[in-house]
């Protein structure tokens, strides 16, 4: 039998410290899969550093998360060489991973991999947060150029 550091990523490729992870849940960019969401950051790190995120909001259990953060490295794990350097990045899993099949899990992290240079290369505005008073939405309504609610 292998031993259990074979199913790892290797330490250069992980994402290990948890203001990595915030920052990029502030400002990582996000990119949408069926199964997940990946959201990545440019930090010129020469290896790509990779982490897999299952929220304790959607996934109850520690179970259920723990299973399917391994099942998203291991779909992930032969994709590896494809990443290109100079990212940090998550995938944040959505409900439907766990129904999901192994091999369309695979395509799905194979097509947002290949999609993740070209979104990067296109230039990303963040809308604002919308505000909570009245006159704040006026306010905010304008900034985006829509027309002003009742």
């Known amino acids: 039998m292998p031993c259990p550091s074979c199913y790892m990523l290797p330490r250069a490729h992980r994402l290990r410290h948890e203001k990595d992870f915030a920052r990029l849940s502030v400002k990582g ?3 949408y899969g069926p ?3 990946l959201r990545a950051w440019k930090s010129g790190s020469a290896p790509s550093k990779i982490g897999f995120v299952a929220s304790g909001k959607m996934f109850k259990t520690a179970v259920q998360r723990n299973r399917l953060r391994r099942r998203m490295r291991e779909a992930f794990r032969p994709l590896l060489k494809t990443v290109p350097d100079g ?3 998550t995938f944040v899993a959505r409900p439907e991973v766990e129904t999901a099949d192994f ?3 695979q395509a799905s992290l194979a ?3 290949e999609k993740l240079p070209t979104e990067m290369a296109k230039p990303w505005k963040r809308l604002p947060k919308p505000p909570r008073s009245r006159k704040g939405i006026i306010g905010y309504s304008k900034q985006l150029g829509v027309p002003r609610p009742p």
């Open 87 to 89: 990212y940090d990045m």
């Open 111 to 113: 097509h947002l991999i």
């Open 35 to 37: 199964f997940c969401v």
């Open 29 to 31: 960019r996000p990119l």
């Open 103 to 105: 091999k369309e899990l």
